[in-house]
Every structure is written in structure tokens, then in C-alpha cells.
Nanobody
Framework: QVQLVESGGGLVQPGGSLRLSCAAS????????MGWYRQAPGKQRDLVAT???????NYADSVKGRFTISRDNAKNTLYLQMNSLKPEDTAVYYC????????WGQGTQVTVSS
């Protein structure tokens, strides 16, 4: 059984930084494509970044150069370092594990506001 638990969200001022973490249970983490998605109020859930088991990364254009996705397979943990945050980054951020089905965490709220 797969469980994904996000942490690290919160309130931050524009230009600030946050680091999100996603702790995964089960045996599939190291062999899975992992990703971060976000959903703002009234909007669809959108891709933020993905990382393959080999470390190849992919980013949404809106976060390139500001966000960094990484993984620690020994700790079964996925990270998202977010720098130069903007108000439009405000959303609930979800961790995703891609297998034959998608697994999702419960989400963590990120609010960027002065």
C-alpha cells in the first residue's frame, strides 16, 4: 500500500522561499516517477515538476529557474525547493507517484502574500 504525506507548506511573503517534503511509504518509491502538482481555488490541478527514478527533471514553464525538485531514494522522500515565490504560486501542492495508477498525498497549502 502506498501512502504519500506532504509537509512544509505555509504562509510566506513574495520573494521568499519554502521547501516541501513528501514522505512515501511502501516499496515503490525508488522505481517510480514522482511529481509535484498544484491546485489553486477554482482551477484545475496542474503539473509543477516531475523527476524520474534516474533523476531526470521536468518543470512547468511558470516555475523554471525558481523551483527545484529532488528525491532521496534512501529516505523515500521527495522534495520541492521553491524560491522567489510569487502570489500566483498560492495553491495546494500535491505529491504524486506514477505507477499503473496515480497515487496522491493529501496536499499542503502554500500561501504567498504580504
Amino acid at each position: 500500500q502506498v501512502q504519500l504525506v506532504e509537509s512544509g507548506g505555509g504562509l510566506v511573503q513574495p520573494g521568499g522561499s519554502l521547501r516541501l517534503s513528501c514522505a512515501a511509504s511502501g516499496i515503490f518509491f525508488s522505481s517510480s516517477v514522482m511529481g509535484w502538482y498544484r491546485q489553486a481555488p477554482g482551477k484545475q490541478r496542474d503539473l509543477v515538476a516531475t523527476i524520474t527514478r534516474g533523476g531526470t527533471t521536468n518543470y512547468a514553464d511558470s516555475v523554471k529557474g525558481r523551483f527545484t525538485i529532488s528525491r532521496d531514494n534512501a529516505k523515500n522522500t521527495l522534495y520541492l525547493q521553491m524560491n522567489s515565490l510569487k502570489p500566483e504560486d498560492t495553491a495546494v501542492y500535491y505529491c504524486n507517484m506514477r505507477r499503473t495508477v496515480d497515487y496522491w498525498g493529501q496536499g499542503t497549502q502554500v500561501t504567498v502574500s504580504s
